[in-house]
């Protein structure tokens, strides 16, 4: 499988939104509701912020959120702190048990 | 409280085998499958494979077939990782995580494993 398309960098004001894209295929975002999203701070190891494409882990602010439409995924942060600046990653099945990760997205608070 | 915690860091020379551990806790074993991620120095994710620790079944990602092998322990709530003929290329952090809804909810600390001669 190839990997999900993301942007590479996105930068944004404090208390602003944002919405980061994955752009997959019919046979992985398009075929199932099954896209997680991930922040990944320096050094640390990920931390999923939504599964299922929508649903937010318990702990995770409601500041995010998930979406879909046809092959691509959304990832929306609204009121952006800088404590949200880090690097997002999407993922998605993709058929056969198995799962593509996106090339992930660094998300710069200015 | 759910927590997944992976054996050391390990240096290894090219064509040599690594094998990760990762232990878990906070939750019954069976109940989840593990996953396995790696991350290369300043590069994204990538998705291994996962092991079903109640039946012990296992699913690859294609460019590791044949190289890697996950096992568990069910004594001890451990899933192993064994990955074989090491190159440059497999220099990364490798991660498990307990899979939720096909991604994963709680990852352990990372381990870094680096090959070079």
């Known amino acids: 499988q190839s990997a999900l398309t993301q942007p590479a960098s996105v930068s944004v004001s404090p208390g602003q939104s944002i919405t980061i894209s994955c752009t997959g295929t019919?046979?992985?975002?398009?075929?199932?509701?099954?896209v997680s999203w991930y922040q990944q701070h320096p050094g640390k190891a990920p931390k999923m912020m939504i599964y299922a494409g929508s649903k937010r882990p318990s702990g995770v602010s409601d500041r995010f959120s998930g979406s879909k439409s046809g092959n691509t995924a959304s990832l929306t942060i609204s009121g952006l702190q800088a404590e949200d600046e880090a690097d997002y990653y999407c993922?998605?099945?993709?058929?056969?048990?198995?799962?593509?990760f996106g090339g992930g997205t660094k998300l710069t608070v200015l | 409280q759910v927590q997944l915690v992976q054996s050391g860091a390990e240096v290894r020379e090219p064509g040599a085998s690594v094998n990760v551990s990762c232990k878990t806790s906070?939750?019954?074993?069976?109940?989840?499958?593990i996953l396995w991620v790696r991350q290369a120095p300043g590069q994204g994710l990538e998705w291994m494979g996962v092991?079903?620790?109640?039946?012990?079944?296992?699913v690859y990602a294609q460019q590791f077939r044949g190289r890697l092998t996950m096992t568990r322990d069910t004594s001890t709530g451990t899933v192993y990782m064994e990955l074989s003929s090491l190159r440059s290329q497999d220099t990364a952090v490798y991660y498990c995580a307990r899979r939720y809804g096909w991604g994963g909810d709680y990852w352990g600390q990372g381990t870094l494993v680096s090959v070079s001669s």
């Open positions: 092991i079903d620790p109640s039946s012990r079944t296992t």
């Open positions: 019919s046979s992985d975002v398009g075929s199932y509701d099954l």
């Open positions: 906070g939750y019954t074993f069976t109940t989840y499958y």
């Open positions: 993922s998605s099945y993709a058929g056969h048990s198995a799962v593509v």
